[in-house]
């Protein structure tokens, strides 16, 4: 795709200096940009490398005053943050549009439909009685079992596996690998120390707008539900147990885990290699710092906790100050029971 | 699937309350089932929802004295949890029973052979040599490599990729994505700081009834096998190492990680997000707690250990408590060093 | 394969003692090996199993002075562990060599060249506009988006997932379900609480000689590109964020995370379940003991650290070894203040 800034400027409704028939084919940070990307300017610490850039165009303020000369035509707009993260936004969508039609072979089973605008990849797999709604992409290589059903709108990436009977919302993405819906851990002790699996016959549900990343599994509920609702983003590599709810809005960053029938509320920030055990709630907006271990519920609206297992973070940041000077303190103890 | 009560009663081998012509076609649990669901009523906390139940049927005591009238048809038996669990059992092999035939396209090398009664999903890999027992499941878009060994009764879901030379014992279970086999992580160090891979000519050694989580990882030996024996269940996102042997009827949570050449007991239980070092030991019957870091080898069976680096788990927690007040604990010796 | 000790010997210069028409098929420990296997020995503490292996071969030192009989044939030679090394890499050099051409049903886009010596694997994907060089092995059910670039010699093994425009060098290794290129986990928190993806436009770029292990997950960069260096060596299970660069020669054990824009030096060793915070800087040389959690930039080459949060090593251990004993701390505190 390439586009003259004449054509920028119009989408953006912004006002050109310099050559208006330049193309450009690219978008790049401004220090990074070489001839025919499109960059901005908005942080003024980086006002010296427009001076200096190769990019073909630059999106900056239209208030900016130039303190020298400049070798790439101008677009100048009110806020260039917001007019290029726009033209992100459409070169993302135009990329993805590109992705249409059915290549071959694909497999799709009885019973089941797919609405207008879609793709499905070479090898991808649809089984029987699902209900997928309408411009969703399906990857080559991505499964989603029988009975499955998808809203309009959802992205599934390349070899990412749905389990029979799971729901998916609308505007879902779920990146390469993710498993959705795999048996949760359940095996009852028998007499001689052997284990029997239980039977897990329950499913996962996707609401709207939910991110699921990269290899991430999260495996359906022994009966009923395991659930994510509504605009929550997953990370890659997470790991969400059976009978798990995550409230709407939150975020949980990568290789955190939850483990069974746990509550997590909304709009909760998860950092990374997160753990929290089965079988509590996390109160909404709670954050949980990273590599901790949640082995309690969370009862307060708004709590920041750390550590493993996690406590509050500011007392928590008080310990570990302390614990660095552990071995001055066990000197400076055994001095005064010597009595020096 | 639908049976009347009649069906289920007489499978179970108990007495109808109600009409035995309603008809049921799934499983949930009490306090969220529908119209069409049958439940179970075991633990008396749950006796209220009994009477306000949507489900269509419910398994109870034989025993149970209703307090109120009932909307629902009871199952009378001896034990209602058992029952339940009976037809879990049913419900689940139904839906497996299913799967059988060969789906096209999929791909099976020569000289390879696969027993009766299996089911080969859609772009489903086979390579070359291998043998492949009766009643074996293999989903869509799994890979099974050259002079591969796999048992009866195994399932291999979709995407689930098993490197050359690997061998599966029967019953056993192997999720989405799990990978076995891949590359043990070995390099030799070069004089100009640079690695040489160590080539990895060994495999991977799965007996019977092992269950490996999705997307979990299990390296192959450099030579010899990574062995997994005999009933042990592996939960998702867990990585083995090469040359690990892990011991029969051990459960291993979501996202542990056990090094190179570690040998871990049998009946032992291994927490979510622990870690353990290479060329150790760990005796039978050890519990590590979550997020533990096993730093060295456990000798004596029934210890349990906790912590990074993991010791007793008693001790650890006894210094956990008095880790929270350090800062008082400084203040105190700060106060008795001034003489106060 | 199958060998006569006589055709090893040739290769490896060797000086052949017992019956030179005996053929071996396999390489094994000599405490493993069973008939048809050839195996060394070069740690002298092994020597006792040199009287009593079923190895049809040993290669052994030249100076090696026999202390019993033997029932197996030797091969002398100056080094057994280099000489064994060898044919390691002549053994997996074989295999190798052994996939070539292409398995049907396959997929190749518009545009699209692949060079010589390769082999792809049936539903092996490969999307449009793709460079990809001579002898790859591209094995089963892998993803090569549109666009991406690949060297010489670089094997993807099954399942492997490469979004679009991502670029891989020569002699790279991928294992099977690894993920490079998905989206970084970057959303923009929106007045409601909700939250807006960020579109990630940029690419990975994978240098000469890299290994991906099993699962492994690397995103895209926002803009520009996230960078792994020459000969770095990534375990599985690990997770590299948008727009992280990691230097040359670098090890990352298994399931360690490296958050957004962080910059590693190169020869640095990252043990296992580590965690790194984003926007900082780790020196060259440094190295990071396992489940540690870095979380500020490290400025000095060769430094140490341990913990979480991880500072010098030495003086983590120093805390740690005080940590277990804060019981007794505290009893002798409180004792002091009591006036005892």
Known sequence: MEFTVQQIAELLKGKIEGDSTVTVSTLAKIEEAQQGALAFLSNPKYEPHLYTTNASAVIVAEKLELKKPVNTALIRVPD???????????????????????????FIGNNSHIGDGHYRGAFSYIGSNCKIGDNVRIFPQAFIGDNVQIGDNTTIFAGAKLYANTVVGNNCTIHAGAVIGSDGFGFAPQPDGSYNAIPQIGNVVLEDEVSVGANTTIDCATMGA???????????????????????????????GVSGSSKIGKHCVIAGQVGIVGHISIADKTTVG??????????????????????????????????????ELQRDLEALKAGK
């Open 80 to 106: 260039p943050y917001s007019s290029f993260s726009t033209l992100l936004q459409y070169y993302q969508a135009a990329i993805m549009a590109s992705k249409t039609g059915v290549e071959d072979p694909s």
């Open 226 to 256: 395991t659930v994510i609702r509504k605009g929550t983003k997953i990370d890659n590599l997470v790991q969400i147990a059976h009978n798990v709810e995550v409230g709407a809005h939150t975020v949980i960053a990568s290789q955190s």
């Open 290 to 327: 990273a590599q901790s271990g949640v082995s309690k519920s969370v009862k307060e609206s708004g709590t920041i906790i750390q550590g493993s297992p996690a406590f509050d973070y500011k007392q928590n940041l008080r310990a570990l100050t302390v614990f660095r000077k552990l071995p």
